[in-house]
């Protein structure tokens, strides 16, 4: 099952609930009870913590636990020069399956002006988590630059600072590409865009809306693919991209559904990376089919254990899907992981740390006993 080439036959999305003292030490922070050096301090600690948690499971992407964020987007890209916190607009809001109302609809990030990156974002933070891994490949995971577009469209972006959008773009991705290439001069082999666009783009009620504010629905796909190829352009050989596609995580909630059909062919074919974090943890993600546009050269990693609720599935059911699957691509293109991170904000989803570690530890054991 060993690999030395991310993505891994048994890998995760990347964040992991957070310890009580780390949440405690946040809102100390914003109380300004203590400073960031105080903060910063329990996070390299809390982080030390998640390392040899992965690392005891023997899971070979290694992250931080995204545990210096508030929210898995909105702390990396609020520190690109030009970006500002915008009112929500969005069309959609978080469900959950129970019914229930979490009240949260995502805030939209506005472009104010021109896009710079005056200074470093990720690079400390995978300075440090490069520096305490000491078996497998540390992975940095941060949000797609699409998110910078979707959900506040044309209206989101000063006129003044780009007044037409090819403008917005390069020096997005130009922010993104001085960004990933440090990162990768630093030894970086492992990156993980997440994106909620893509399986946004799969729900009618958003098509729907975003086609009602005059985006081309065959178009914008191409757009963020191209996007994202020169956000990573230049990469070197080594370095590992992946994308995680989301349907809207929060507190165990969801914004997104419908099957890949409308992305899945241009997605898998036009988009220069490794592999697709792909959730398919229930009906909401149609079937397996999409997987038939998969070209040689590329993974998808099945997002079948949830992580939103603490129910284990059974290793039979788990690898019935995984045969599902294979009668679209090659099993030797395919992988398995969590639908998603098990705290994609500070909040965390409705499941415990030992409910977080038997998940994690089923998709390692079904992994073995799949692929050997």
Same mark, same amino acid.
């Given at each position: 099952?060993?690999n ?10 990347g ?30 600690? !809390?982080? /030390?913590?998640?390392?040899? =948690? $992965?690392? @005891? ?8 636990? *995204?545990?210096? #964020? ?30 229930v ?67 917005f ?14 990162? !990768?001069? /630093?030894?970086?082999?492992? =990156? $993980?865009? @997440? ?8 729900? *009618?009620?958003? #098509? ?34 992946c ?32 592999g ?15 997987l ?39 099993? @030797? ?31 390692m ?8």
């Amino acid at each position: 099952m060993t690999n030395s080439r991310p993505p891994f036959r048994a890998d995760h999305v990347g964040s992991l609930l957070r310890p009580e003292r780390l949440l405690t030490a946040r809102d100390q922070r914003q109380k300004g009870e203590i400073d960031a050096a105080a903060l910063r301090a329990v996070e390299d600690d !809390a982080i /030390l913590e998640a390392v040899k =948690l $992965q690392q @005891d499971l023997g899971l070979q992407g290694i992250t931080d636990g *995204e545990y210096r #964020r508030t929210f898995w987007h909105q702390d990396f890209l609020e520190q690109i020069d030009g970006v500002e916190i915008g009112e929500s607009k969005f069309a959609a809001s978080f469900q959950r399956d129970d019914g229930v109302d979490v009240s949260f609809t995502p805030q939209t990030m506005r472009v104010a002006g021109k896009l710079k990156r005056s200074h470093p974002i990720q690079v400390e933070d995978y300075k440090y988590l490069s520096s305490v891994v000491t078996s497998g490949v540390p992975k940095v995971c941060i949000p797609s630059p699409s998110m910078l577009h979707f959900r506040g469209g044309r209206d989101s972006i000063d006129l003044d600072a780009y007044p037409d959008l090819d403008g917005f773009y390069g020096d997005l991705a130009g922010v993104y590409n001085e960004e990933i290439m440090e990162l !990768a001069g /630093l030894g970086c082999k492992y =990156l $993980q865009l @997440d994106d909620t666009n893509f399986a946004y783009l799969c729900d *009618e009620r958003i #098509r729907t809306a975003t086609s009602g504010r005059g985006e081309d629905l065959d178009q914008l796909p191409r757009t963020y693919s191209r996007l994202i190829n020169d956000s990573i352009k230049g990469r070197p050989d080594d370095m590992a991209v992946c994308v995680h596609m989301c349907r809207g995580n929060f507190r165990s909630a969801w914004v997104a559904e419908g099957g890949y059909d409308p992305v899945a062919e241009i997605l898998f074919n036009e988009m220069d990376i490794d592999g697709f974090f792909m959730e398919y943890d229930d009906a909401r993600s149609g079937d397996f089919s999409p997987l038939r546009f998969l070209p040689k050269g590329k993974t998808v990693i099945l997002g079948i254990v949830t992580s939103k609720v603490p129910e284990l599935e059974t290793k039979d059911a788990l690898k019935r899907r995984i045969e599902e699957a294979a009668k679209f691509a090659p099993l @030797d293109q395919l992988a398995i992981s969590p639908q998603c991170g098990f705290s994609s904000t500070v909040h965390g989803k409705d499941v415990t740390v030992d409910d977080e570690i038997a998940k994690l530890q089923l998709v390692m054991d079904v992994a073995k006993e799949v692929w050997g």
